[in-house]
């Protein structure tokens, strides 16, 4: 994606937020505040947010005058929006996925047949000023951002990334960090964006989520915080976009409305332990469910809507953390790993055990183990030997081992949803970009 391309869907965001801004305005200025607040809840717009009177009226009023005059004069109607493939797709469109998901109930292990990983190169792409401790990909796979134990969070742009690994550019020295944000006081253990809009949000150890909105080219600062009692772990936003959940020292993950600030617990817990603090929470592709993973070593998994624990895999891990869980595209399945040096795929329906992938030591860092964007790859990091570890994910089979380039092993590994690239950062406070060699 050229440069321009990126300003188009930021500038398309930022036209968005305005719009919405003005619809809210309108309806509750017309005193139809039933319909003002659905609408700011479903755009993540403030209710109470400032415009001139009837300034939506106004600005159709003048969009029509002109648009009739330029009917009168023969001028061709030019939407600002065309369906044609000369304006990039909005942010958060989802690209078409390269291969279908792995069925993993279908077939049955058989060796011998596990695929190559291809190869990959990779680029070393910034460093913080202190560990880099996460990382998370935007859903449509074009940014990626990186949270520092500095308390910084870097967005960078995957075109420019690109662009960067060529041999050969022309353009001079390119800066694949398109946004830096400072605005928490203590380590940040997390990152997710919102579905939709150009938000980003973060969690910290100083207890707080803070939403960043990236399409504001000098932005800094967050716009919106939300205070926690606990040291955030891990956010996850629901796939609509008007909740999130927060995963932290609490048991129970705690759920967020993002218009109203209003936490919610669920009332139907099981028993958890004193050592049931939260190291990952994940939503289900759909929302209608989603997994914690806990230092107890348990995996548990949640109604999305009755917020009620609808399974508890004890002892998933033995007696180690479990440090990740994610769903399956198909929710059918979740991946786990553990300071047990393991990873687990578990079936949802029964909470059986799939699949082992074994092979790779992780015992100190809060490490996860993630699918490629096409399901048919495991990746982990080895902290003994500084390596990453990939498995193919239907055999179990181990089929690659790399040297993770990183001085002392990583603390993260993110895959892209939307192509064969992935993210690792670590202790030695390095970014790398790791994308498939064509």
């Given at each position: 994606m050229e440069?321009?391309?990126?300003e188009q869907?930021?500038?398309?965001g930022?036209?968005?937020r305005?719009v ?6 309108h309806l ?6 039933q319909?003002a607040?659905?609408?700011a809840?479903a755009?993540?717009t403030p209710l ?5 009177p009837n ?11 002109v648009?009739?005059d330029?009917?009168g004069?023969?001028v061709?109607?030019n939407?600002?929006f ?15 996925p390269r291969?279908a ?12 047949s596990s695929?190559n ?22 859903p ?21 990334i ?6 050969d ?12 944000f ?21 969690g910290?150890?100083d ?37 999130l959940l ?8 705690h759920?967020y409305?993002v218009?109203?600030?209003?936490c919610?617990?669920s ?6 332990g004193?050592?049931g603090?939260i ?12 997994v ?6 348990a995996i548990?998994l949640?109604?999305?809507?009755s ?5 508890s895999?004890v ?8 440090t ?9 399945f ?5 300071k ?6 578990w079936?949802?329906g ?5 699949k082992?992938y074994?092979g ?9 183990a993630?699918?490629n964007d ?16 990939i498995?193919?994910a239907?055999?179990?089979?181990k ?6 380039n ?6 993260w ?7 064969a690239a ?8 390095s ?8």
């Amino acid at each position: 994606m050229e440069s321009s391309g990126v300003e188009q869907i930021l500038q398309d965001g930022k036209l968005f937020r305005q719009v919405n801004s003005l619809i809210v305005a309108h309806l509750r200025d017309n005193n139809l505040s039933q319909a003002a607040s659905a609408v700011a809840s479903a755009t993540m717009t403030p209710l109470n947010i400032e415009a001139p009177p009837n300034k939506l009226l106004e600005l159709v009023a003048k969009g029509l005058a002109v648009e009739k005059d330029e009917i009168g004069r023969g001028v061709p109607l030019n939407p600002l929006f065309d369906s044609g493939s000369s304006i990039p797709a909005a942010y958060g469109s989802i690209p078409a996925p390269r291969a279908a998901a792995v069925d993993f109930s279908a077939v049955q292990d058989t060796k011998g047949s596990s695929k190559n990983f291809p190869k990959h190169e990779t680029r070393h792409l910034s460093e913080h000023k202190n560990i880099a401790r996460c990382a998370r990909f935007s859903p449509d796979g074009r940014f990626v951002a990186t949270g520092s134990a500095d308390t910084s969070i870097k967005l960078f742009e995957i075109a420019k990334i690109k662009q960067m690994m060529l041999p050969d550019s022309r353009e001079g020295p390119v800066r694949p960090v398109i946004r830096t944000f400072y605005d928490h006081m203590q380590p940040i253990n997390d990152l997710d964006f919102h579905p939709q809009n150009t938000v980003l949000i973060s969690g910290g150890k100083d207890h707080t989520i803070k939403f960043f909105d990236f399409s504001k080219a000098t932005a800094k600062r967050a716009y919106r915080v939300i205070q926690d009692t606990h040291n955030v772990r891990s956010v996850s936003f629901h796939p609509s976009g008007d909740f999130l959940l927060a995963g932290t020292d609490h048991q129970i993950a705690h759920l967020y409305d993002v218009n109203t600030f209003q936490c919610y617990l669920s009332a139907n817990v099981p028993e958890i332990g004193v050592n049931g603090a939260i190291n990952q929470v994940r939503y289900s592709s759909t929302g209608g469910m989603y997994v914690t993973a806990s230092k107890d070593g348990a995996i548990r998994l949640w109604d999305g809507v009755s917020a009620n624990c609808v399974r508890s895999i004890v002892g998933a891990h033995g007696t180690a953390e479990a440090t990740s869980a994610n769903f399956t595209k198909d929710q059918r399945f979740v991946l786990s790993c553990g300071k047990d040096s393991t990873v687990k795929l578990w079936e949802v329906g029964t909470g059986r055990l799939v699949k082992q992938y074994l092979g790779s030591s992780h015992t100190q860092l809060r490490c996860q183990a993630v699918f490629n964007d096409t399901e048919e790859f495991v990746l982990a990091i080895d902290e003994q030997s500084n390596e990453m570890v990939i498995w193919d994910a239907l055999t179990a089979e181990k089929v690659a081992r790399w040297p993770s380039n990183h001085i002392g092993a990583p603390r993260w590994i993110e895959h892209s949803p939307a192509e064969a690239a992935f993210i690792t950062c670590g202790t030695d406070r390095s970014v790398r970009f790791w994308k498939e060699t064509l």
